[in-house]
């Protein structure tokens, strides 16, 4: 009898210890793909491109006959540029990475329904009109629309080269197809190739002007919806000669009838699997209708026992693969670890689940781990109080402002600072003994500017404003 009581005893433990660990296990998984361009839209059409190209030409004929054409016959005298990746996060952006392919080049010319990529894929479209995909489309991914509300996503010179067109100032929160014009920069190389960068923001494009110069690397522009698109992304499209005008596919591949080398310094995978973001939410982020700006409901800091919802959001998913996923204690032991299943190939994809977070303070760690890939994302749990929700009703005002910048808020603010469309930080400053109640900023240029308040304990608060 004493025995079997000893056993009875060890079972109930243990069904004890099975029924604690099970309230941590993550619930109510929801997610999905994250289809861009479902409708196929076309970027350009062939009416589009042939004012384009005619335009390049008409330009480069005026910068020969003003003697500032940088690249005058040096067709025969150069090779092929190497690109460098096109796009690229702006410093400060709240993710890993900003962006995921939807479409290659379509290297079937029949139609429709007829496609082919480089890779023998098809991740490329065409239409009933006889529309056939020319260039890279590259979206930005997740919540693309806030990205180009905050010039997150940046378009870089993929090679150097003159500058051989610029369009600024077209409406950029298109949905659908419409004939509408793009923003775009169209650059020439030493080998007399021009790339074509498109869908940019409106007034976005670099200031430089026609004929100017640019390096790689350089800022271009900001990833938009201007033209027919469906959504912000760039469309990026090289030609190998302007005159006669021939097309080229700058991936290479087995079926790449265009070209046999690649024209990519370092070719990304076709397959590119990628954790582009990991996150934590208060509430599960809102898609609304484009061109809306989504509502992330992004958030850090949570209060014993409440609600927090764990996000990953992948680019390239891979069927047949599993994501590891832990959610780990200020002190480093393991609260959470389970593993996903992914049953489909995504280009892109977003997954969040539920956890409520005990009394145990601090600093928690959300962490992905997919296909050797490992990423964290901190979090903070803490008792919030009044001043807590005091900060975030903080604002400024006047914005629009032109010289000085008046900080109304309940709660201390101790350091502020601001950031460029460029990412770079023009203004910093901090006050350790009072709260900063304006920040004079007559020294900067007109245009479009990000201000980080920071108060207490990690409080931060970010806004939106311009200088007229």
Aim: hydrophobic share 35%.
């Amino acid at each position: 009898m004493k025995l079997n009581f000893t056993l009875l005893i060890i079972f109930c433990l243990l069904l004890f210890s099975i029924d604690a660990n099970s309230q941590n296990i993550a619930s109510t998984l929801t997610g999905g793909e994250y289809k861009f361009n479902a409708n196929k839209t076309p970027c350009l059409t062939d009416v589009q491109r042939e004012e384009v190209l005619l335009k390049i030409k008409s330009n480069i004929a005026v910068l020969k006959s003003q003697k500032r054409l940088a690249y005058d016959g040096a067709q025969q005298r150069a090779t092929h540029p190497l690109f460098s990746w096109p796009v690229k996060k702006k410093e400060g952006t709240p993710y890993h990475e900003v962006w995921a392919i939807s479409n290659y080049v379509d290297q079937n010319p029949e139609f429709p329904n007829k496609v082919l990529d480089y890779n023998c894929g098809s991740k490329t479209y065409d239409n009933t009109a006889g529309y056939n995909h020319m260039g890279v489309d590259i979206y930005t991914w997740p919540f693309t629309w806030k990205m180009m509300d905050y010039d997150e996503a940046v378009i870089v010179a993929a090679a150097p080269g003159q500058i051989i067109d610029i369009g600024r100032n077209q409406f950029d929160r298109s949905c659908s197809f419409n004939n509408n014009v793009w923003n775009a920069v169209y650059i020439q190389h030493a080998d007399g190739s021009v790339a074509l960068y498109g869908h940019m923001k409106k007034n976005s494009p670099t200031t430089k002007s026609i004929g100017d110069m640019v390096e790689r690397g350089e800022y271009l522009g900001i990833v938009g919806s201007s033209g027919n698109s469906t959504g912000p992304h760039l469309h990026f499209e090289v030609y190998s000669s302007i005159n006669p005008d021939v097309f080229i596919d700058p991936f290479a591949g087995k079926c790449n009838d265009m070209n046999t080398d690649s024209w990519w310094e370092n070719q990304k995978p076709y397959v590119n699997t990628n954790i582009n973001a990991l996150l934590t939410h208060s509430a599960p982020p809102i898609l609304p209708t484009c061109p809306d700006q989504e509502i992330t409901n992004e958030k850090n800091i949570f209060a014993p026992g409440e609600e927090v919802y764990v996000a990953v959001y992948l680019r390239d998913q891979m069927k047949g693969t599993k994501i590891n996923l832990e959610v780990l204690r200020p002190n480093g032991s393991v609260y959470n670890n389970w593993d996903f299943d992914l049953a489909k190939d995504y280009s892109s994809s977003y997954w969040y689940w539920i956890i409520e977070v005990p009394s145990v303070q601090g600093e928690w760690t959300w962490r992905a781990t997919y296909q050797g890939q490992v990423l964290d994302h901190k979090f903070t749990v803490k008792t919030l109080g009044i001043e807590d929700e005091d900060f975030q009703t903080a604002s400024i005002y006047p914005n629009p402002f032109n010289d000085v910048v008046n900080i109304q808020s309940k709660s201390p603010v101790k350091k502020v600072s601001v950031v460029d469309i460029l990412g770079k930080t023009v203004m910093a400053k901090a006050n350790a003994a009072a709260s900063i109640n304006e920040i004079n900023l007559e020294s900067l240029s007109k245009g479009l500017y990000f201000l980080t308040l920071e108060g207490n304990d990690n409080q931060k608060k970010i806004i939106k404003m311009i200088k007229e």
